[in-house]
């Protein structure tokens, strides 16, 4: 079974920067497509920034120029680099993996990963 653990959230202010982590371990058989979600509350989860097995990524209009998805395979290692920060992207950010992928393309929706970190909040001040 594959874990994932994020880390790295926190407050920050309108314009800065943040960057989670998550740390992949146990059973490797479900690591396809990883990536990042956020969701806050009575909301659906949302994807972020996605990377498939081949390295092509995937970032959502909202986020796209600001938000960078990176992997460090050697420490088993997710990263999202969040810049210009600002209160829309205040939220619970959650790594996950094990998601569809076809053509090397990552699936968008939620429920099409397997495996899921905890979350970790990160508030952006208005």
């Known amino acids: 079974q594959v874990q994932l653990a994020e880390s790295g959230g926190g407050s920050v202010q309108t314009g800065g920067s943040k960057r989670p982590s998550c740390v992949l371990s146990?059973?490797?058989?479900?690591?396809?497509?990883m990536g990042w979600f956020r969701q806050v509350p009575v909301k659906a989860r949302e994807a972020v920034a996605l990377v498939g097995s081949a390295g092509i990524t995937w970032y959502a209009d909202s986020v796209k120029g600001r938000f960078t998805i990176s992997k460090d395979s050697a420490k088993s290692t997710l990263y999202l680099q969040m810049n210009s920060l600002s209160a829309e992207d205040t939220a619970v950010y959650y790594c996950?993996?094990?998601?569809?992928?076809?053509?090397?393309?990552?699936?968008?929706?939620?429920?099409?990963?397997?495996?899921w970190g905890q979350g970790t909040q990160v508030t952006v001040s208005s």
């Open positions: 146990g059973d490797s058989a479900g690591r396809r497509c």
């Open positions: 996950a993996a094990g998601g569809g992928e076809f053509g090397g393309f990552c699936y968008t929706a939620y429920e099409s990963y397997r495996y």
